[in-house]
């Protein structure tokens, strides 16, 4: 199985929240930051958020500022990104990407539809 597992996701109305997860616990090693891109049909991959480990706070894209919130558990070493008042422009498959401490290599989820209907 992938190390690093996406859930959550899913269609909501205009205006609606969902909560998406990315889980990092079958990594053993201590993780660096989890960052949130999203990517619509055609178009580039886009940073969304990023959340330094050590601090626990979260950097976010000016088009999702003030709408979603990043955050971490420590113990499940588990992000969770809470997107409220969404638009059909936050329409996209959203992944998230995990960078670890003492290696270059980072770890994709599987990435997780988000439909957004006017």
């Known amino acids: 199985q992938a190390q690093v597992i996406q859930s959550g996701g899913g269609s909501v109305q205009t205006g609606g929240s969902l909560r998406l997860s990315c889980a990092a616990s079958?990594?053993?090693?201590?993780?660096?930051?989890v960052t949130w891109f999203r990517q619509a049909p055609g178009l580039e991959r886009e940073f969304v958020s990023t959340?330094?480990?050590?601090?626990?706070?979260?950097y976010y894209a000016d088009s999702v500022k003030g709408r979603f919130t990043t955050s971490r558990d420590n113990a499940e070493k588990t992000v969770k990104l809470q997107m409220d008042s969404l638009t059909p422009e936050d329409t996209a498959v959203y992944y998230c990407?995990?960078?670890?401490?003492?290696?270059?290599?980072?770890?994709w989820g599987q990435g997780t539809q988000v439909t957004v209907s006017s």
């Open positions: 959340i330094p480990w050590s601090s626990g706070a979260a």
């Open positions: 990407l995990v960078s670890v401490r003492g290696s270059a290599q980072q770890y």
């Open positions: 079958e990594l053993t090693a201590d993780i660096y930051a």
